[in-house]
């Protein structure tokens, strides 16, 4: 009895965030009702109580932004953004474990979950923290990741409200495909580009108006496709980038949009082929990354391996700092220690080998990055049986 007691908070804190909270309570007014009306305000009956309760923190969201917006005007737009550091990677690549690490160093500002789910308002609500923490579950959905108010997390929950958003698709899965040009916005209209780019600049500024005198670290696979576009808006900008065995990628890519999926619907999801949405995601981004990587001035672009940061995580992140020009790696050593200290009783997500034609769909599909980096693929296995 006292075990069924203990769990029932664990449960409905899963329960509260899986299915009542979602990103969009961060919209004003006036966003949540572009959104609505671009698509008809076509909400499905059984996601209606997770639409009123945007609507309500929508009113909130406008009433506080406007004063926040007149308070912190100033402050705002002279706030100072100066060789942010980008960490970049396919999700499930390993970015959120190197964006924890890295995190660690107090010198970096990053967004936290308040801020990202708050963007109009978090200067001001900061204090209501302690109310996420109670809600909050003890491990992400998707993996055993630990949870916690403070830690970084991407930045493209904060922007959603721009429109120019691919997690869209979740959200209006009627709508999926269209909301796809935005990984990347290769054809996008050049309006939506600005409002995507003024949101996210607005947000950054933000953070330092809260974080004055530290570096912005930021972490969003997508912005892997947008790398021309953050230079047009931090010229100075440094890039890591992270990569894993595109086999392992695709294993867990599949279990985080099984998981994330139900968490952002407001229409009932209709029949879709993730495997090719994974595939053709991947592609695209890759391509884009490949295609624009030669931007990067010399010296603000470190490239490493999944691989190597999980065998010796020390030795990887001082690799970083030297290369980008970062301050003092030995200042951050005693607290990356101890934090990598922790995470000895760690397990990862295990999964069944993939089928033999599927791994050969990845093989030729990616190849690329299976050459790139020197991953085994299934076509050069077979290959090198054949010719033994």
Same mark, same amino acid.
């Given at each position: 009895?006292?075990?069924?007691?203990?769990?029932?908070?664990?449960?409905?804190?899963?329960?509260?965030?899986?299915?009542?909270?979602?990103?969009?309570?961060?919209?004003?007014?006036?966003?949540?009702?572009?959104?609505?009306?671009?698509?008809?305000?076509?909400?499905?009956?059984?996601?209606?109580?997770?639409?009123?309760?945007?609507?309500?923190?929508?009113?909130?969201?406008?009433?506080?932004?406007?004063?926040?917006?007149?308070?912190?005007?100033?402050?705002?737009?002279?706030?100072?953004?100066?060789?942010?550091?980008?960490?970049?990677?396919?999700?499930?690549?390993?970015?959120?474990?190197?964006?924890?690490?890295?995190?660690?160093?107090?010198?970096?500002?990053?967004?936290?979950?308040?801020?990202?789910?708050?963007?109009?308002?978090?200067?001001?609500?900061?204090?209501?923290?302690? *109310? #996420?923490?109670? =809600?909050? /579950?003890?491990? &992400?959905?998707?993996?055993?990741?630990?949870?916690? @108010?403070?830690?970084? $997390?991407?930045?493209?929950?904060?922007?959603?409200?721009?429109?120019?958003?691919?997690?869209?698709?979740?959200?209006?899965?009627?709508?999926?495909?269209?909301?796809?040009?935005?990984?990347?916005?290769?054809?996008?209209?050049?309006?939506?580009?600005?409002?995507?780019?003024?949101?996210?600049?607005?947000?950054?500024?933000?953070?330092?108006?809260?974080?004055?005198?530290?570096?912005?670290?930021?972490?969003?696979?997508?912005?892997?496709?947008?790398?021309?576009?953050?230079?047009?808006?931090?010229?100075?900008?440094?890039?890591?980038?992270?990569?894993?065995?595109?086999?392992?990628?695709?294993?867990?890519?599949?279990? *985080? #949009?099984?998981? =994330?999926? /139900?968490?952002? &619907?407001?229409?009932?999801?209709?029949?879709?082929? @993730?495997?090719?949405? $994974?595939?053709?995601?991947?592609?695209?981004?890759?391509?884009?990354?490949?295609?624009?990587?030669?931007?990067?001035?010399?010296?603000?672009?470190?490239?490493?391996?999944?691989?190597?940061?999980?065998?010796?995580?020390?030795?990887?992140?001082?690799?970083?700092?030297?290369?980008?020009?970062?301050?003092?790696?030995?200042?951050?050593?005693?607290?990356?220690?101890?934090?990598?200290?922790?995470?000895?009783?760690?397990?990862?997500?295990?999964?069944?080998?993939?089928?033999?034609?599927?791994?050969?769909?990845?093989?030729?599909?990616?190849?690329?990055?299976?050459?790139?980096?020197?991953?085994?693929?299934?076509?050069?296995?077979?290959?090198?049986?054949?010719?033994?």
């Amino acid at each position: 009895m006292k075990s069924s007691q203990a769990s029932l908070p664990k449960k409905g804190r899963e329960y509260l965030m899986n299915n009542v909270v979602t990103q969009l309570c961060g919209l004003t007014m006036g966003e949540w009702l572009t959104m609505l009306g671009k698509h008809h305000f076509s909400v499905d009956a059984p996601y209606i109580p997770r639409a009123a309760l945007i609507t309500g923190f929508s009113l909130f969201n406008s009433a506080i932004g406007t004063y926040e917006d007149w308070a912190y005007k100033n402050r705002i737009a002279n706030a100072k953004i100066e060789r942010p550091v980008f960490i970049l990677g396919h999700m499930r690549s390993g970015t959120t474990f190197l964006y924890n690490l890295m995190a660690i160093d107090k010198r970096f500002a990053f967004p936290t979950l308040w801020q990202a789910f708050n963007p109009h308002t978090f200067l001001s609500t900061e204090f209501m923290n302690a *109310l #996420v923490k109670r =809600a909050l /579950p003890e491990t &992400r959905k998707m993996d055993n990741v630990r949870l916690n @108010v403070n830690n970084p $997390i991407e930045d493209r929950i904060a922007v959603v409200g721009s429109m120019s958003s691919p997690a869209l698709r979740l959200v209006f899965p009627r709508s999926g495909d269209y909301y796809e040009q935005y990984l990347t916005f290769r054809d996008s209209p050049q309006e939506d580009v600005e409002r995507w780019k003024h949101s996210l600049k607005r947000f950054y500024q933000k953070l330092m108006v809260r974080n004055r005198g530290k570096t912005l670290l930021i972490k969003s696979p997508q912005h892997m496709g947008r790398i021309k576009l953050l230079l047009e808006m931090f010229p100075d900008a440094r890039f890591v980038h992270i990569y894993r065995n595109p086999y392992s990628v695709f294993k867990s890519s599949r279990k *985080l #949009v099984a998981a =994330a999926a /139900p968490t952002m &619907r407001l229409q009932r999801p209709e029949p879709w082929d @993730v495997d090719s949405i $994974i595939i053709k995601r991947y592609q695209d981004l890759f391509g884009s990354y490949f295609e624009q990587r030669s931007l990067i001035p010399p010296g603000n672009l470190y490239e490493m391996a999944f691989e190597d940061l999980e065998q010796d995580p020390l030795a990887q992140v001082k690799g970083i700092y030297q290369a980008l020009d970062l301050p003092d790696f030995e200042v951050a050593r005693p607290a990356l220690e101890q934090y990598v200290a922790t995470l000895k009783g760690y397990r990862k997500n295990s999964y069944s080998e993939l089928p033999l034609e599927l791994r050969q769909r990845l093989s030729n599909a990616w190849r690329n990055t299976f050459e790139e980096w020197g991953y085994p693929c299934e076509q050069e296995q077979e290959y090198a049986v054949a010719t033994a």
